[in-house]
């Protein structure tokens, strides 16, 4: 822990007598077990967080994966930390809308023509206050969190009724989908989350599952939280990547054959509501 927090902890406690709470946690995981064995799999954004920790779980569970994102030395270094044959990057930018049918043709040709599932991760985060949100902040986020997911379901559901595949497409929402918001970035994760029932409702009948994680805070480049400092603040606990990863890997299996259409809220808690 930096000099700088040890000095706000203490102040806070001065100030406000709270006692200082140290949390870390150690992810357990589904046993390595094939679970993903022979599956190929799209991640969006796996350049880092939870979309990086996403693709190396479904290489240990024995699939293959491409991971996307928009530079192509972000996505070498992931490569390499990644290190497996089983492991492709394609430099795919999802905010840009009208490039998006010919990525997910490029993706497809990669995958020597099968998909099997998708993770829709990419996402950025901005917040300000209200009144400040230009046309332009509000356009990258909904584009990048959400109108590029959209395009890219359209696209995949349509390859898999064309060729009879039993797909399986995950989207990384938030726990603010769960809530009402006026932030550009929470209602591109509501909206998400209507999309995701939407979808389930309407392609269950051909075998095709749409399900998400909506993750708590979790400790990503996104909000410069490191997961192996202390998991605790402002009275919740942190989520780690890989453990909304772990979760991932369940909805992408067929373990999970029975659920669609969920939301799984990956947050201890925070987004129920206890009105007793
Ligand atoms: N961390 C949290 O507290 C939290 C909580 C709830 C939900 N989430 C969601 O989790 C998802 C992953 O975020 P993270 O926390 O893992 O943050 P992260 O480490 O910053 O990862 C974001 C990923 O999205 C990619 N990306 C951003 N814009 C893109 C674009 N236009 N096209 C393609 N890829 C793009 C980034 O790749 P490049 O930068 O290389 O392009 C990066 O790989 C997001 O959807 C986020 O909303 C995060």
Known sequence: MSLKSVLKRCAKFLVYGQPVVNKYVSVAHIDDNKLLAGKKILVTGGTSGIGLSVAKKI?????????TGRSQDKLNNALKEIDSNNCKAIVFDIANITSIKSKFLDVVDLF????????????????KNFFDYTLDDYTRTMDTNFTGAFFLAQATIKYWLDNHIDGNLVFVS?????????HPYGLSKVVCNSFVEGLAKQYGVNDIRVNAVAPGIT?????????????????RRIMRPEEIAEVVKFLLSDASKC????????NEAYSVNMDC
Request: charged fraction near 20%; hydrophobic fraction near 40%; charge should be negative.
């Open 219 to 235: 400790a990503t480049n996104i909000n410069n939280i490191n997961p192996d400092g202390n998991l605790w603040f402002d009275k």
């Open 174 to 182: 938030s726990e603010r989908g769960i809530m009402s918001d006026v």
């Open 259 to 266: 659920v669609n259409g969920q939301i799984v809220a990956c």
């Open 59 to 67: 290489i240990a569970a024995g699939g293959e994966v491409i991971i």
């Open 112 to 127: 020597d023509g099968k998909l099997d599932a998708v993770v829709s991760n990419a996402g950025i985060y901005k917040q």
